[in-house]
């Protein structure tokens, strides 16, 4: 399952540009629906191109 999703937001990427906050409710409903074990794992996973900074501030989803 995880490696479906992984692939999934690959091709939503190319397709359209997600907003941070439709990346981040995708890491957060994934982690949810126990497809990954933590937030931090979901973010690692579905964004491996992404900066660390763009990664820490997923990994903070939702806003607190």
Do not use: C, D
Not at 55 to 64: D, G, N, S, T, V
């Amino acid at each position: 399952m995880a490696e479906a999703l992984t692939s999934m937001v690959e091709e939503n990427e190319i397709r359209a540009a997600l907003s941070p906050w439709e990346r981040g409710r995708i890491a957060l409903l994934a982690h949810r629906q126990e497809v990954f074990g933590t937030i931090e794992e979901a973010v690692a996973r579905l964004y491996p191109a992404a900066p660390r900074m763009k990664r820490a501030r997923l990994e903070q989803f939702p806003p607190r």
